[in-house]
């Protein structure tokens, strides 16, 4: 199976995963980190397009207070410069929202992507789950639903890029 053809299948997995645990709606930045992603999303419920990744915390945040299960999709460069909207509207009341966050490659210095994001997660209150390769998406999604939906906690839905073998 060539590599854009796994590619699309992780995607649109993932995809049918988030939208049978009841997420919605959507809420992402033009990004080509999810571009799959983003499309299989874009193309079965809709995703809220906004200019900055604060925005789609602010109104992530409205939506989950007004009854709603959403998700922001988020690149781990996006995570920082949203920690000061995640630790003033979504950790203080620890409003029920799931981040699903891509991480790419190895950052400069030979930083941990995903061992940053698990750190500044940690301080703001929100917990992680990673999405693992060798697993089927529905075991992690069901583990982020479970604190979403049922313990109305936020958590974040870490994603490898590397590991589905979307580039990163």
Known sequence: MTNFVQNVDAAEELCDELIAAGFAPFVSTQSD?????????????GV???PRD???????????????CPAVLLSEAGISGSA???AALVAPHQTPLLLVISLGGDLP???????????????LG?????????????????????????????AALLVPLDAFGWPA
């Open 84 to 86: 000061d909207a995640i």
């Open 33 to 45: 980190t999810f571009s799959a992603l983003h499309e299989a999303l874009d193309e079965r419920v």
């Open 126 to 154: 929100v917990r992680t789950v990673v999405v693992d390769a060798g697993a089927r998406p529905a075991t992690t999604v069901r583990l982020v639903r479970e604190i979403v939906r049922e313990h109305l906690r936020p």
């Open 109 to 123: 210095g030979g930083a941990d992507p995903r061992r940053l994001a698990e750190l500044l997660m940690a301080e």
């Open 54 to 68: 604060d925005n789609a915390i602010g109104i992530a945040a409205g939506m989950s207070l007004a009854g709603g």
């Open 48 to 50: 809220l397009i906004v």
